[in-house]
């Protein structure tokens, strides 16, 4: 079956640094690739996807690029801010007429930047 | 507000209580989802419905979960004879045919 596995946090940062956040995915075909970010007492909400091989997402400074040959969706942030403090969530998606675009999700990774 | 919206925010019930949530997706969306995400977890699928049809029940939905979309509209999850097991926050998603918008969620304590 489907399944995606992202990097164990908490992942603690100073502003302004660097961010990436390692995500892999088993799944047979060509599943479509999201990165959801879930604010303290929010649901979830749609940071990027990818439909394709080699197709990157991006969003509010946040990338991540299709990897067939890898099955990775790696999310990167060039400078993050304390207000990017969240847990991130990978996930997959298969068109399927019994479950429509039903998403298998990582285990989410939480993010603290520190001014 | 023509987000996803789900009532009651917060839940707590005893042990052995029947509770039962409600969902109003965009209302455009033909496709509605039950997500339950547990304490530190990704949320896992339980269930989805293309309009008032239920066309698809994960194996975590054991038989005490019912969930309904009468005229595909709203949608309610409903848990009889609540576990401890049970608690944990339970999300609704609604899509077209390609990007799926998330409520808030369901926070259920059962104790």
């Known amino acids: 079956g489907n399944s995606v596995t992202q990097m164990e946090g908490p992942v603690t940062l100073s502003e302004e640094a660097f961010l990436t956040i390692n995500c892999t995915y088993t799944?047979?075909?060509?599943?479509?690739l999201f990165w959801y970010v879930q604010y303290p007492g929010e649901g979830l909400q749609l940071l990027l996807k990818?439909?394709?091989?080699?197709d990157k997402g991006s969003n509010k400074g946040f990338e991540a690029t299709y990897r067939k040959e890898t099955t990775s969706f790696h999310l990167e942030k060039g400078s993050v801010q304390v207000s990017d403090s969240a847990v991130y969530f990978c996930?997959?998606?298969?068109?399927?007429?019994?479950?429509?675009?039903?998403?298998?999700f990582g285990g989410g990774t939480r993010l603290m930047v520190k001014p | 507000d023509t987000g996803v919206s789900q009532n009651p925010r917060h839940k707590i019930t005893k042990r052995g209580q029947n509770v039962t949530f409600r969902c109003d997706p965009i209302?455009?969306?033909?496709?509605l989802y039950w997500y339950r995400q547990t304490l530190g977890q990704g949320p896992e699928f339980l269930t989805y419905?293309?309009?008032?049809?239920?066309?698809?029940k994960s194996r975590l939905l054991s038989d005490r979960f019912s969930a309904e979309r009468p005229k595909g509209s709203f949608s309610t999850l409903e848990i009889q004879r609540t576990e401890q097991g049970d608690s944990a926050m339970y999300l609704c998603?609604?899509?077209?045919?390609?990007?799926?918008?998330f409520g808030q969620g369901t926070r259920l304590t059962v104790v």
């Open positions: 998603a609604s899509s077209d045919y390609t990007e799926a918008f």
């Open positions: 799944a047979t075909g060509y599943p479509s």
């Open positions: 990818a439909t394709k091989a080699d």
């Open positions: 996930a997959l998606s298969h068109m399927n007429n019994n479950a429509g675009n039903m998403l298998t």
């Open positions: 209302s455009e969306h033909n496709r």
């Open positions: 419905f293309q309009n008032e049809a239920q066309l698809e």
